[in-house]
């Protein structure tokens, strides 16, 4: 398949950007990017706006200028993606999971008193929440300020971009007060674990809030899991 002049010059970019430029370095203008690939100025132009897109370059006064690197928009995509369906919110327990999980050692690793003080305020927020909204941002922030303290960049971006659709389906269950008295002890289980800098105590704390967690989204959607009818048809 013949790639498209645009394509051409917008690779090539790409890669230089990534191996070459530094964040705040500023590209050749235009003229100079339209001599060197033999092309015209509008397809040199059509190409920036890719790269904005992209957020690999921003545009300044002096030209175009290279960003800090960015995850945001490849998870927006994935997070546009997520639909308001049982077998989703499956998933999502599931993949929340597999990453709060694996992401232990790390935090016992990295994690600072400010980092703890944030899980703490979180469920501090949480016991007083008023509405379900408030109760499953509460609960939100509890979990992303744990991934935060990993010093993961990558997880702290996609936890960023994900927060709403964690939130969506964090609601479930938050209008029963048992839940949430559980769910806010198994909370401070793992802040203990934690301040104690113990990872088998903070992974069997985690285990058992998942467990909790899975117990509640069955019995609130006892369907979950099973296929749809209409993804069957």
Known sequence: MRTSAVQYVLDILKKEIQSQYSPGDILPKERELAERFDVSRNTVREAMIF???????????????VREPSFEPMFHIFSDAFGPSSKTAQDVLSFRCIVEHGVLSDVIAHAKEADIQAMEAAIERMDRARTVREAAQADHDFHAAMVFASDNHVLQQLYKIMAETLIYYLEIGKSNADHNVKASAQHRAIVDALRARSL??????????????????????????????????
């Open 51 to 65: 790269l904005e897109a992209y957020q690999l370059v921003e545009k300044t006064q002096r030209g175009a200028r």
């Open 200 to 233: 088998p105590a903070m992974q069997a704390a985690v285990q058992g809030h998942f467990q909790h967690s899975d117990a509640v989204r069955t019995r609130e959607h006892p369907f979950i899991g099973e296929t749809d009818e209409s993804t069957t048809n």
